[in-house]
């Protein structure tokens, strides 16, 4: 039993599998299909309530307790905004119309704040009203649970809550497995140098093939296997893999480099040195032809332990790089103190500069800060021509983005690396010339003159 005392029934079970499915975007599971978790409670639940109603949100937090939840309740949308960034809510229940502010605004908030938790909203608000509140979390990336009416049926909800909780039982139990039982792949996105007009190195992200729910990408599991330590187990296997693939790549490119995400929780092992060391080694490989991508957010969390363990991956050759980088709060003075190599500009500004100016700064600012700290720089969230032609304009080193290549089975590398040099047609391009690999040649021209010229910088300011 798990510590709550609260083991999912069958019929639960079966009415988990819309729920996963709502999560997840899938198609529906036959109920045979439907794995039952073991009774294992492997994450903390946490429910955060924005509500101005006092007894509503005693009547709430009483029967979620009941139920194995933490419980934090707040009528104030600032301590609510603070508790969603830090508290790591697994699900949120907000008043659509509060007194002064309202759901939708607060919708925004955690939609800016890329929130995980599942979104239930508490409303007396019309359906349309809903409906579109419904839409408008969705659209900013939110995991819109539903609705709860009032007045409040406490079983509704205490069902609702365990339902969230086995999901997250299934999916953690079944995460343990994934590993051993080889449903983990990897794709890998190509990365331009745009100084050479080169496809010098890859990305390589981690999917789980799951046996009943398809294919699940790597937010949906990875903040999981972060909170039972399963990340450890996944980092060694993602470092591994993707060193054995670099070995065999490398016989025809030698020069190429590919990029692992790390989590923030890994940079706490100090064993991760000399263990990440050993699969290079094993693989054949130099450590230099790997770099680390370790989120800003985890980066920052300035501790002795996570310098020490970053400083010492640098001794070994390990490249550092920033991910994410512009989402976080870093001061300057951290990221001088800190041993990276690179900063990876986050794709929320990449992809909107075209057409937002704020963005546009943003990214010129971090390309140039980037320079002068002596740092490389990589924008990522590359989606078209124009800003490709921006980004070289302004002098970032490397580009990466779905205009250059999708996240791609390991196979499709090599030829996709040969198809563009081939596109590219002379070994020495001057820096304007830059092909498109969804294109042959003659289409890529034909783009090239349509491309309407963008905003020069020196014009924004
Ligand atoms: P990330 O490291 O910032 O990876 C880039 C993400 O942006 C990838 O999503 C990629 O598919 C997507 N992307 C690339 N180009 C474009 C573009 O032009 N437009 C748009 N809209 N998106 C683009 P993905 O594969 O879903 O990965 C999401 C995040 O999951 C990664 O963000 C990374 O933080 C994490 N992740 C992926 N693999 C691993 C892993 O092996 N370990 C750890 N700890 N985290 C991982
Ligand atoms: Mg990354
Ligand atoms: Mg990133």
Redesign the pocket.
């Known amino acids: 039993m798990p510590p709550n005392g609260v083991v999912p029934s069958e019929l639960e079970m079966a009415s988990l599998q819309p729920l996963l499915n709502g999560i997840l975007k899938l198609p529906p599971a036959k109920p045979s299909q439907i794995p039952r978790p073991a009774a294992a409670n492997l994450c903390s639940n946490r429910l955060l309530i924005i509500d101005d109603d006092p007894d509503l949100g005693r009547l709430v937090k009483d029967a979620a307790q009941r139920v194995g939840y933490e419980v934090f309740v707040t009528k104030n949308p600032s301590a609510f905004m603070e508790k969603a960034r830090t508290w790591q809510p697994t699900v949120i229940m907000l008043d659509l119309g509060m007194p002064g502010t309202d759901g939708v605004q607060l919708l925004r908030g955690l939609g800016e704040h890329s929130c995980v938790a599942e979104v239930i909203l508490i409303s007396g608000a019309d359906d349309k009203v809903l409906g579109s509140a419904i839409q408008l979390g969705r659209a900013r990336g939110l995991k819109m649970g539903g609705v709860i009416q009032r007045p409040i049926q406490l079983e509704t909800l205490s069902n609702f809550l365990i339902r969230c909780q086995a999901a997250k039982i299934l999916l953690s139990e079944d995460l343990a497995n994934a590993i051993t039982a080889d449903q983990l792949f990897l794709e890998y996105?190509l990365k331009l140098d745009c100084h050479v007009a080169r496809m010098t190195g890859v990305?390589?992200?981690?999917r789980w093939r799951h046996p009943v729910l398809g294919v699940i990408?790597?937010?949906q599991f990875?903040p999981l296997a972060e909170e039972n330590e399963l990340?450890h187990r996944?980092?060694d296997w993602?470092v591994m893999t993707a060193a054995t693939q670099m070995a065999a790549w490398q016989v025809d490119n030698p020069a190429l480099g590919i990029a692992?995400?790390?989590?923030a929780k890994n940079v706490q092992d100090l064993t991760l040195p000399d263990r990440l060391h050993k699969f290079c080694r094993t693989a054949g490989i130099d450590c230099a032809s790997i770099t680390l991508?370790l989120?800003e957010t985890g980066a920052m969390r300035e501790a002795l332990q996570m310098m020490d363990v970053l400083t010492r991956l640098r001794l070994k050759g390990f490249k550092l790089s920033i991910?994410?980088f512009g989402t976080g709060f870093s001061s300057l003075v951290q990221l001088q103190k800190m041993p990276f190599s690179e900063v990876k500009i986050d794709?929320s500004f990449v992809?909107h500069m075209m057409n937002d100016e704020s963005c546009m700064i943003i990214v010129e600012i971090l390309i140039d800060l980037a320079s002068k700290l002596g740092l490389k720089s990589v924008a990522?969230?590359?989606?078209d021509e124009a800003a490709l032609h921006s980004l070289i304009s302004m002098g970032c080193d490397v580009a990466?983005?779905?205009?250059l290549s999708r996240?791609l089975a390991a196979d499709r590398i090599p030829a996709f690396i040969a198809e563009y040099q081939l596109i590219r047609g002379v070994t020495k391009a001057p820096k304007a010339h830059f092909p498109s690999p969804f294109t042959n040649a003659r289409a890529w021209r034909r783009r090239k003159t349509a491309t309407r010229p963008h905003t020069p910088l020196s014009a924004l300011a």
């Open positions: 996105q990305e390589a992200l981690v990408q790597p937010d990875i990340i996944l980092t993602v692992v995400n790390i989590s991508e989120t991910d994410d794709r992809i990522e969230g590359v989606e990466q983005g779905y205009h996240p």
